[in-house]
């Protein structure tokens, strides 16, 4: 094998590895203490979450209620569910104009028309909902 060529084969070396390595030993409160601290940080090294704690970085702190996440998941997908029978209106119309004799298709577009109203009386709720969520409880999740 000639000199001049080298074998590209590997992990690419670091430009600057970390080879210092140090221990520390914990007892049973502080390690109980050092895990629950761990997993709210959210991070998913634990050599990155003690290195950030000693170089003073910002230690990141999540707390996440999943009833509220659940809850504003729903509200968002009832949210996008009408918002897509919007988009559909207008087919309906087309498709009863269409198909239907004047007479009928405009009974039809009455009940539509009822429908339609009371969706709309409920989007309102879904948007009134979540605007309240997310005044309430964005400003908890922002000092957290």
Same mark, same amino acid.
């Given at each position: 094998?000639? @000199?001049?060529? $080298?074998?590209?084969?590997?992990?690419l =070396?670091?430009?600057? =590895?970390?080879?210092?390595r140090?221990?520390?030993?914990?007892?049973?409160? %502080? +390690?109980?203490?050092f895990?629950?601290?761990? *997993?709210?940080?959210? %991070?998913?090294?634990?050599?990155?979450?003690?290195?950030?704690?000693?170089?003073?970085?910002?230690?990141?702190?999540v #707390?996440?209620?999943?009833?509220m996440?659940? !809850? !504003?998941?729903?509200?968002?997908?009832? !949210?996008? %569910?009408?918002?897509?029978?919007g988009t559909?209106?207008? #087919?309906?119309?087309?498709?009863?104009?269409?198909?239907?004799?004047?007479?009928?298709?405009?009974?039809l577009?009455? $009940?539509?028309?009822k429908?339609?109203? *009371?969706?709309?009386?409920?989007?309102?709720?879904?948007?009134? %909902?979540? @605007?309240?969520? *997310? +005044? $309430?409880?964005?400003?908890?999740?922002? #000092?957290?």
């Open positions: 094998m000639d @000199e001049t060529r $080298k074998r590209k084969v590997g992990r =070396p670091k430009k600057d =590895p970390a080879v210092f140090y221990t520390i030993s914990l007892n049973t409160v %502080q +390690h109980d203490k895990l629950s601290l761990f *997993e709210q940080s959210r %991070q998913t090294v634990k050599a990155h979450f003690i290195t950030s704690c000693i170089f003073s970085q910002p230690v990141k702190v #707390q996440i209620d999943k009833g996440q659940d !809850y !504003y998941m729903r509200l968002t997908t009832f !949210y996008g %569910q009408f918002r897509a029978i559909n209106y207008n #087919q309906i119309v087309k498709t009863l104009k269409s198909n239907f004799s004047e007479k009928k298709a405009l009974a577009l009455y $009940k539509l028309e429908v339609t109203i *009371e969706l709309v009386e409920l989007q309102r709720k879904i948007s009134a %909902q979540i @605007e309240d969520f *997310e +005044h $309430k409880y964005s400003s908890s999740w922002l #000092q957290k």
